[in-house]
């Protein structure tokens, strides 16, 4: 299974892009994040016509949203409502690989972003942040039915942290910028301790390699000044991380007519 991940920045303002990754990439499997779109607004009827027989999402007007788009059956869809602030920033559903039978469980994440003041005190979003990602650590901590499949998991999506060194323009410049932050870096660090997930694109690319899914909309060429953050991932449990044949960061979406700011992150899964 080829499955994707991608921070669309709008699905109905940026609908043709999804089409073009689907035409050159043919994902099984496509996971959009900041969706901005309500679910009965949702281009069901574009996205059918792009050979996604299933979709599932769960949305709201204007702000965050994110969706599964599939064309394999999706079962067992659910949606965790993290820190009961009512924001759409998960969904879960199972997929079944027809050529192996082995079943996958997809948690598609949208992390808060968290704003612009790294300090919780005086800055609610950050501390929102940093109370999203200590309870994604509590869930994860206490597995139970709901969180995997008998063959193993996948959790993607923009986490909104760059986690390692490399995984930024500059460690140096950016330790006291919201994104790496030592606050964030250690939650994420013990969000993945947590399950024990495997970051399938790190280990597929590894340090000291220099790693990006989003550059800002405010550089005049983002692709000359390369100043990026790798907020975007895969994580795979064991058992499906040892099935991960390839990974990768579609680097040239970010140069597509009226782009979202973030890059596809792919993987492939071996039966």
């Known amino acids: 299974m080829r499955i994707v991940s991608w921070n669309i920045n709008s699905v109905r303002l940026r609908i043709g892009l999804v089409a073009q ?9 496509l996971c959009l994040q900041e969706t901005k779109c309500p679910d009965d607004a949702f ?8 050979g996604f027989v299933d979709h599932a999402t769960v949305g709201q007007k204007g702000y965050h949203g994110v969706a599964i788009l599939s064309r394999l059956p999706l079962d067992e869809v659910a949606r965790r409502d993290f820190c009961g602030k009512g924001d759409a920033r998960h969904i879960a559903a199972h997929v079944r690989d027809p050529s192996s039978g082995r079943t996958v469980r997809l948690h598609n994440f949208y992390v808060p972003a968290g704003g612009d003041i790294p300090d919780p005190a005086e800055n609610d979003k950050f501390a929102h942040k940093l109370n999203f990602l200590d309870e994604m650590q509590g869930w994860f901590a206490r597995p139970d039915g709901t969180l995997a499949a008998a063959d193993g998991a996948l959790m993607l999506g923009d986490l909104n942290v760059a986690p390692l060194p490399d995984d930024v323009w500059s460690h140096k410049q950016l330790l006291k910028i919201v994104s790496h932050t030592p606050q964030e870096t250690e939650r994420l660090a013990a969000v993945q301790d947590a399950f024990a997930w495997v970051d399938v694109v790190r280990r597929h690319n590894p340090v000291p390699e220099k790693l990006y899914s989003w550059w800002s909309y405010r550089a005049r060429d983002w692709r000359a000044a390369d100043k990026g953050r790798r907020l975007d991932h895969i994580w795979a ?14 680097k040239d979406a970010r140069g597509w007519e009226r782009p979202s700011d973030h890059a596809p992150v792919v993987v492939d899964i071996d039966p």
Not at 21 to 29: H, M, N, Q, S, T
Not at 43 to 50: D, H, S
């Open 21 to 29: 990754l689907a035409g050159e990439l043919k994902p099984d499997v």
């Open 43 to 50: 281009p069901a009827k574009a996205v059918r016509q792009m």
């Open 237 to 250: 449990s064991p058992e499906v991380a040892e099935r991960c044949s390839a990974a990768m960061i579609l």
